[in-house]
């Protein structure tokens, strides 16, 4: 099988749809045609070290629709760490109703995240190059988006920490955790159900637990919403 093959289409059709999410046959090429990119970039861009096909649909574009299902229509979106484009880019080609903004501090990535916007003709989705410390300090940014979305980051409060000064009034944050996430203790440690405090603030968590389709790896969608 191959990235973009009508059978690798039908994948992330099919996982797409266990996760409870519709990917129609457009949305499937459009994610294999990113995909694709990703593999001819990689070679001097280090975007992922997912490669192999099947990995690629199921670890990638269907995980990263995960995230889908708690995002309201219309909702202002920041990927931050946005690397080769997930979670952000396969949650802007199923959720055309979101405004999707990537954000990576290599600037080689975000080159690639343009081209591939480009090359798919896609809107309401924009690709910035910068730190989030910095870029929370900047007013077209701080306080502007209705989730800030991750895959990357090593622990929940320093997530928060950065994360927190994007969010407009009501916004919340969403970690993607996978199987062998750093600091899964915190996690485990907590109900799924309840509140902490992060980087000095007071979260409602909520822990959402479910299993990649066909290969069975474990996944935890952490939201934090700011207590009042």
Known sequence: MTID???????VIDGAACLGVVVSVEQARAMGRHAHEMRQWNRVSNLTAITDPLAVALKHDVDAL??????????????????????????????PDLSL?????????????????????LHGITA??????????????RGRFDWVVCRAFASLDDFARLGLPFL????QLLAMKGPQAEHDHEIDAMDDDGTRVFARTR???HIHRYTLPMIGDQRR????????
């Not at 093959?5 to 994948?11: G, L």
């Not at 081209?115 to 798919?120: A, D, F, N, P």
């Not at 969608?221 to 009042?228: H, I, K, Q, S």
């Open 5 to 11: 093959s009508a059978a690798w289409r039908q994948i």
């Open 66 to 95: 995960a995230a889908s299902v708690w995002i309201h229509e219309g909702a202002r979106v920041m990927d931050a760490g946005s690397g080769g484009g997930f979670p952000g880019l396969p949650l802007k080609i199923a959720r």
């Open 101 to 121: 903004t990537l954000v990576d501090s290599v600037r080689k990535k975000v080159s690639f995240l343009k081209y591939v916007i480009g090359t798919l003709g």
């Open 128 to 141: 910035v190059h910068g730190r989030l410390e910095d870029l929370a300090r900047m007013p077209g940014h």
């Open 168 to 171: 407009a009034p009501g916004g």
């Open 203 to 205: 979260f409602r968590v």
């Open 221 to 228: 969608l952490v939201r934090l919403t700011p207590m009042a």
